[in-house]
Structures are given as C-alpha cells and as structure tokens.
C-alpha cells in the first residue's frame, strides 16, 4: 500500500516570508512527484512537477526532490495571502506521470496571514 | 490548453436513485481518465481507472457494480453511482491523463437524501 504523508497543519506563515511544505512517500520505486494547491470546494490545481533528485524552480515556487529520503518538498517565496489553500502532494510510479493514479497525501492547510 | 469539465457541477438525490456524473477532455484526447472521491477534511482517493473501449479497473474496496464507469470514446468518461445511499454523498473527481500529468475537472458535488 503507497502511502504519503504529509503535517496536515495548519501552517501559518505571515505574508512576504517563505512557505516550506514537506512530504514524505513510502514507494521507493515512485518516480513522478507533483504539487497540487486546491482551494476549498475545488478540484486540485497543478503547481509543480519534479521527476529527479535536486530543486526545480518555477517563479515563486521550488519543488524539492530527495529519492534517497524519499522526501519531497514544495517551497513558496514571497507568500500572499492568495496563496492560503490545501497544498495536496501526488506521487506515482511511473515515470512521465500521468499513467497510473496517483496517490495523493491529506494535503497541508496553509494560512498567509497579511 | 489541457481543460476537463464534469457535469453536473451538483447534484442533489433521493436514497436509492442513480446518478450518472460526465466528464469530459475539451481540447485534447485521453485515453485514460481517473475517478476519485473525496470526503470532507479527507485527501482525494482514487476510486477507478477507466481505459478507453475496455474494462475499467478499480481500486481495492470500491464495488464496480455500484459505480459503474463507461470510457466510450477518447474524450468521454462517465461515473453512474447507482442505488445511492447518503454515505455516498461526496466529492467526485474525475482526471484525464495528458502528456505530464492529469489534467482535473471541476469536481461534482453528490448529496444523497
């Protein structure tokens, strides 16, 4: 059974500072890795997608990939307060993503306070 | 690019009623779309995979005979929850495979009475 895991929060962190979320996975042979934001009663959002080991920016956000820890992480700089949501993270098995479901964590409730 | 809708956006039905829930790639082809479910303050969980013009398969603990999932063309799956009963009343989710990753509809909203 895959699991993920995430701090389910919520992470409080005031506007203009760095929002670190972390996740962790179970599947050492999970190989596409993907952060997802979703607002409550909305459907998930694609944020980031990381396939190897290393950092992997995209304007305020950088995803973070460690296989060896099996640990992945979302970094978001210059938080707003637009940025409050459940950050969900999503992992699969094969590489590329997409071809099998993922498997999602409990997300974690972040809070931007202005 | 890569946008899935689902329809109906909400639904609200008698206990023992079926409900048939579409989603739908718009601008590309998908061979394979995702169903998952999503109870509140609860992560998304993958209820089925549905492969075009074949058998969808289901994840461990979901009864295929009671959410019954058609893929009959390559932008078109549907989730027909059948014999509703308010413990499954949820979010329904549904996905579309693209070239990266899935590609989310908008969700359906499901309240049984």
């Known amino acids: 059974q895959k699991e993920v895991e995430q701090n389910s929060g919520p992470l409080s962190v005031p506007e203009g500072a760095i929002a670190s979320l972390n996740c962790t996975y179970s599947?050492?042979?999970?190989?596409?890795f993907f952060w997802y934001r979703q607002y409550s009663g909305k459907s998930p959002e694609l944020i980031m997608s990381?396939?190897?080991?290393g950092d992997k920016e995209d304007g305020r956000f950088t995803a973070q990939l460690n296989k060896a820890s099996q640990y992945v992480s979302l970094l978001i700089r210059d938080s707003q307060p637009s940025d409050s949501a459940t950050y969900l993270c999503?992992?699969?098995?094969?590489?590329?993503?997409?071809?099998?479901?993922?498997?999602f964590g409990k997300g974690t409730h972040l809070i931007i306070q202005p | 690019g890569a946008v899935v809708s689902q329809h109906p956006s909400r639904v609200i039905c008698k206990s023992g009623t079926s409900v048939k829930i579409e989603c739908r790639s718009l601008?590309?082809?998908?061979?394979?779309m995702f169903w998952y479910r999503q109870f509140p303050k609860q992560s998304l969980m993958l209820m089925a995979t549905?492969?075009?013009?074949?058998?969808?398969?289901?994840e461990q603990g979901v009864e295929k005979d009671k959410f019954l999932i058609n893929h009959a063309s390559l932008t078109l799956s549907t989730l027909t929850v059948t014999s509703a009963h308010p413990e499954d009343s949820s979010f329904y989710i549904c996905?579309?495979?693209?070239?990266?990753?899935?590609?989310f509809g908008p969700g359906t909203r499901l309240l049984v009475l």
């Open positions: 996905s579309a495979r693209g070239w990266e990753t899935q590609y």
């Open positions: 990381i396939y190897s080991n």
């Open positions: 599947d050492r042979g999970s190989q596409s």
């Open positions: 601008d590309f082809q998908a061979t394979t």
């Open positions: 549905s492969n075009e013009g074949s058998k969808a398969t289901y």
């Open positions: 999503a992992v699969n098995d094969l590489s590329g993503g997409g071809a099998d479901g993922l498997t």
